[in-house]
């Protein structure tokens, strides 16, 4: 612990650190790049592995750039600003790529051209640590710091979150520390629709009158819609009762708006999210005959879309309250072909109504965790296409080999999509297929 080191790097570790060896045993390196002779100090020790933090780059890749965030490397936010965003579309594709041959010993067909979009300000949702630190004399706002997830890193500005609130860390710090309940008020969740921007700030005490006025001053003044959560979720309210309260985005070329509500999931990347729909659409090859089954279906982010172009889409989630704002949503957009139903997709569904139909077409977006207990008990022998929405590799490499090896699919196509630039998450799509 604490020793120096010079290290070379061969590879970059699913987190983003650089990988290399000493003596034998794993290193991984914060702030290092493959290619890269770095000297580190050596953070912790483990039986397989020791971690380290780059002291000084002694060689540096041909891919490294300046990051633009000054906050870099203390910030758990991104992991990969230093390095050529051209290069860590390529890493996220190879990772993908190395998955799905480890974990499921199949490759597709064709790579997908990786889908990209801005680089910067694309962050629509977010959740912020506040804390007063006694040492600084006021309060912080922001993300967690990378190597110590109990504090929060110190920036007046963040680089990857929509403006309206990226480039208003100090000022909330500056509002939150001027509150009387600041050291009860531990989180600032942000929500952007395509209009309007909400925040939701997790109180642990009732706010007084002068709190209350300072909070309606700060969204006059900026015009972000602030909501107060004084207990679980189901406690969020406007500060505002008369202020607008919901937040909409349109996808499908605008021939779809999904209202949501500050605390629901939605993609974090508003132009991402578009161009993933269009690829879906693209790769489903819908027709007007077909019925399409979408699970993990969430506000209907696919299956209007997809209703548009087919019979019927039937959409699966296991929150109720999100089902009800996609029926919501389908009535809105005059889309009476579309269905919601509520179950929880990780338990067994025997009986479950909308499992027995005929389906032409499934869509599989999954959390982390993946699709495993949903796939043994789909009709998949009738369903001909299936598209997967992943937002982890290796949930979606385990799935691959379930659908090839024991449903009889063929990995047609898979690719990357950047959701999160310049961090070491990966978001892929792939499409399976019968002969």
């Not at 003596?23 to 790049?33: D, H, P, Q, R, T």
């Not at 009387?180 to 997790?202: F, N, S």
Request: hydrophobic share 45%.
């Amino acid at each position: 612990m604490g020793r120096e080191v010079e290290i070379e790097i061969q590879d970059l570790s699913h987190d983003g650190r650089g990988v290399g060896r000493i003596e034998g045993k794993a290193v991984f390196v914060a702030g290092a790049l493959p290619g890269e002779r770095v000297r580190a100090r050596v953070t912790a020790r483990r039986r397989s592995f020791d971690e380290a933090a780059t002291l000084e780059v002694l060689r540096a890749s041909p891919h490294r750039v300046e990051p633009r965030c000054a906050a870099f490397g203390v910030c758990g936010g991104c992991a990969l600003q230093h390095l050529h965003p051209a290069v860590q579309i390529e890493a996220k594709q190879k990772v993908l790529l190395e998955n799905l041959e480890r974990i499921a010993k199949v490759q597709p067909e064709s790579v997908l051209e990786p889908l990209t979009d801005r680089l910067w300000q694309y962050r629509r949702k977010a959740r912020l640590g506040v804390r007063r630190v006694h040492r600084k004399g006021r309060v912080l706002v922001g993300f967690r710091e990378a190597r110590d997830p109990r504090y929060i890193a110190d920036c007046s500005r963040c680089e990857v979150l929509v403006p309206e609130v990226g480039e208003r860390l100090g000022e909330l710090a500056e509002l939150v520390g001027a509150l009387k309940i600041a050291e009860k008020l531990p989180q600032i969740e942000v929500a952007a629709g395509d209009a309007a921007t909400a925040l939701v700030l997790r109180h642990l005490e009732p706010l007084g009158a002068a709190d209350l006025e300072a909070l309606r001053a700060f969204s006059r003044r900026t015009g972000l819609i602030i909501h107060l959560q004084p207990g679980g979720t189901d406690s969020v309210r406007p500060l505002d009762p008369d202020a607008p309260s919901g937040l909409d985005f349109a996808v499908d070329d605008g021939a779809v708006r999904l209202a949501f509500e500050p605390l629901d999931f939605v993609q974090v990347n508003a132009g991402m999210n578009r161009r993933m729909i269009a690829r879906a659409l693209d790769l489903l090859e819908l027709e007007p005959g077909h019925r399409v089954l979408d699970l993990f279906c969430g506000l209907g982010n696919f299956t209007l879309p997809i209703a548009r172009r087919v019979k019927a889409a039937v959409g699966v989630e296991g929150e109720a309250a999100l089902v009800e704002r996609a029926r919501r949503n389908a009535r809105n957009n005059g889309l009476h072909n579309a269905e919601f139903h509520v179950a929880d997709l990780s338990r067994p569904l025997a009986g479950a109504d909308w499992l027995e139909g005929d389906y032409d077409r499934l869509l599989l977006d999954p959390p982390r965790t993946g699709a495993d207990g949903i796939l043994p008990q789909l009709p998949l022998a009738r369903i001909p296409r299936v598209v997967y929405v992943s937002c982890h590799p290796g949930s979606l490499a385990r799935d691959a080999g379930m659908l090839v090896h024991q449903h009889g699919f063929r990995l047609r196509a898979a690719g990357v999509m950047d959701m999160f630039p310049h961090t070491a998450h990966v978001e892929s799509i792939a499409l399976f297929e019968r002969d």
